[in-house]
């Protein structure tokens, strides 16, 4: 790790802010000295509510939870946190799908919630969100100050710590890429090799390699891996779209035969293949198919499509092509998975203001305990695979109606990227999928996750969608503690060079999880 000076280059837009690890002070001092956090104790009576998240599954025993406004106040957390050898893990949305953040007895938790601003920052005209802004925070305040946004995700409560730092995609995202795909800077808190707590920014615009990659290696590495990302800067955001077209068609399970199921599934996989290369005129299209399970009466198939712009030509075209030899697809009665379903309650395409149709789509659904997988998809389903999904959405050995799996489309402008210029390597996929299983009670959970795991074994093997030129590996930001190739499946031929910024960034492993960066000399 090289030495570090404090410096400020406006050119270059680096800045490097140290305090020793040695001046401690007290957690009283701390709380009310400039770095404006809150130290939430055991005793607190706010502390049973900040050691959940959005999956309930798992609830955090740590020493403190600092609530942090600043980057100044994380550089504090963080340097008590080094000072006391106490694990450190951070929050911002609360949504990490395994125990990475809550899975911390004993240690401290970083809260970034309150470090939530979204502006355009007058030192270089860069668009700047911070860690703690939620997507609807983001989507609201660029779209009404300066007509632009980010193409990310459908959930409104996710913050930008973690989804951008996985890469962040949604139903703008076969327009314009990637969210990491305009990332041009971050400030970030880190630990040296001697135990110094930094802050640091780095950006594009710097010439030295080691700068370049701990950029890149937020371009899609994970969150909790080389330290805590407080901003991000956003360089040529995409104009907003004025106007989006929304649709949900749905069929009954009751009556739905298996011809039917293989007829959807297969055009819905082959349309998605045939329209997956950069530049491809329905980039403007973004599909969800909700593959639920036959849990009982009134259970629904449903696909949600966002066409950006007013005419329905293409929407209309790629509702043929899916639906040809089907029953008329009716109105979706009740949400499916984490989306919401449109108000009206119709079939009918609706002509919606983009922001008032990203709007109509954003949940989170409420807090639950939950399991997810995923897998990317360089092809349309092989019928086998069609015939496994059949299977567990049809039998009742685990009759749970929140048991799905969601299918996104995929590819179009995210496959212009190689898949070495961010960390995300899967640039030539047409489809994510997503298995999902909801639950209220605790002694439903072995069963349920039984399910899950028994699905995605059928559907892969024990070692997961492997990269075969059908499959493309995971998704990072879905993590999932059952695969044991991890490493692979979520990086590929990067995970070498994220070990190597590991080294350089987080040299003593400071920040850790179940699935963190492994340091290169570990």
């Known amino acids: 790790m090289r030495d570090d000076q404090e410096t400020v280059s406006r050119r270059g837009f680096i800045r490097t802010a140290g305090v020793g690890a040695g001046a401690i002070g007290t957690l009283q001092a701390m709380s009310e000295n400039e770095s404006h956090a809150a130290v939430i104790s055991p005793q607190d009576p706010r502390y049973s509510t900040v050691v959940r998240g959005f ?134 808190v880190h630990v040296r090799h001697d135990g110094e707590v930094k802050i640091t920014v780095a950006s594009a615009d710097s010439s030295d390699p080691f700068y370049q990659d701990i950029l890149w290696g937020n371009q899609g590495g994970g969150g909790g891996n080389f330290g805590i990302v407080t901003r991000f800067w956003f360089r040529d955001l995409p104009a907003a779209p004025s106007w989006a077209l929304l649709q949900t068609l749905a069929w009954d399970w009751d009556g739905f035969t298996w011809s039917q199921f293989l007829s959807l599934v297969q055009a819905y996989g082959q349309f998605w293949e045939a329209h997956a290369q950069p530049g491809d005129p329905s980039a403007g299209l973004f599909s969800l198919l909700h593959l639920t399970q036959n849990a009982g009466q009134g259970q629904q198939i449903a696909i949600t499509t966002q066409s950006v712009g007013t005419d329905r030509s293409l929407l209309d075209s790629y509702t043929q092509a899916i639906t040809d030899g089907l029953p008329p697809g009716k109105a979706l009665r009740v949400p499916v998975g984490y989306h919401n379903y449109l108000a009206t309650g119709s079939s009918e395409i609706q002509q919606l203001p983009w922001l008032l149709a990203t709007q109509t789509l954003n949940s989170s659904g409420p807090n639950r305990m939950f399991k997810n997988k995923s897998a990317y998809m360089i092809k349309a389903f092989p019928e086998q695979q069609i015939e496994t999904i059949w299977k567990y959405l049809t039998e009742k050995a685990n009759n749970n109606p929140a048991g799905l799996l969601q ?64 499959m493309d590996g995971c998704y990072v930001n879905y993590p999932d503690t059952d695969l044991a190739q991890w490493q692979y499946l979520y990086y590929k031929g990067n995970y070498p060079r994220l070990q190597r910024v590991k080294s350089e960034w987080d040299p003593l492993n400071v920040f850790n999880h179940k699935q963190s960066i492994e340091p290169a000399h570990l």
């Open 407 to 470: 299918v996104d489309s995929y590819g179009a402008a995210i496959n212009a990227i190689a898949p070495h210029t961010t960390a995300i390597p899967q640039r030539s996929s047409c489809m994510k999928l997503q298995y999902q299983i909801y639950w209220t009670d605790a002694g439903e959970t072995q069963s349920n996750l039984d399910w899950i795991r028994a699905f995605s074994n059928d559907m892969y093997g024990p070692s997961g969608p492997l990269p075969d030129g059908t």
């Open 55 to 188: 999956n309930l599954r798992w609830v955090g025993n740590p020493q403190f939870v600092f609530v942090c406004g600043t980057p100044a106040a994380v550089l504090n957390a963080v340097r008590y946190g080094v000072e006391h050898h106490l694990r450190i893990t951070v929050r911002s949305g609360g949504h990490c799908y395994e125990d990475f953040v809550y899975g911390n007895s004993g240690g401290i938790i970083v809260d970034l919630t309150p470090l939530n601003s979204v502006y355009l920052d007058p030192s270089n005209r860069l668009y700047c969100v911070e860690a703690g802004a939620s997507l609807w925070n983001v989507y609201n305040t660029l779209y009404r100050t300066s007509g632009v946004t980010i193409p990310g995700g459908s959930c409104y409560s996710v913050c930008a710590g973690g989804h951008v730092t996985g890469g962040g995609y949604g139903l703008l995202s076969r327009l314009h890429g990637l969210t990491v795909d305009y990332l041009h800077a971050v400030e970030i």
